[in-house]
């Protein structure tokens, strides 16, 4: 099985930073992806940013410019640097990754438990 768990979520005002930390654990043989996603009360999921296994990384235009995705290949563990912050931000922050378990083997998608950010204003 693989886990993944994030830390780093809390209470901030608007325009200051936090910093969100996922590690993946478990039977991993490769790591494809690993990224975040969100989701605030009454609104669907929705992607937040990704990180690729070559490094690529993609952004939601909300976030551009404010938060930075980066990941630990070693310790399979990805980061979500956010800055200017601000209220909108305020939601559940899930980390995703995309794993295979074996050599040649299928690719499987898992979610971390959550974490929550919360911006006052």
């Known amino acids: 099985q693989v886990q993944l768990v994030e830390s780093g979520g809390g209470l901030v005002q608007a325009g200051g930073s936090l910093r969100l930390s996922c590690a993946a654990s478990?039977?991993?043989?490769?790591?494809?992806?690993m990224g975040w996603y969100r989701q605030a009360p009454g609104n669907q999921r929705e992607l937040v940013a990704i990180v690729i296994s070559g490094g690529s990384t993609n952004y939601a235009d909300f976030v551009k410019g404010r938060f930075t995705i980066s990941r630990d290949h070693a310790k399979n563990m990805v980061y979500l640097q956010m800055s200017s912050l601000k209220p909108e931000d305020t939601a559940v922050y899930y980390c995703?990754?995309?794993?295979?378990?074996?050599?040649?083997?299928?690719?499987?998608?898992?979610w971390g438990q959550g974490t929550q950010v919360t911006v006052s204003s």
């Open positions: 478990g039977n991993i043989f490769s790591i494809n992806l």
């Open positions: 995703n990754a995309v794993i295979s378990t074996s050599n040649s083997g299928p690719l499987f998608n898992y």
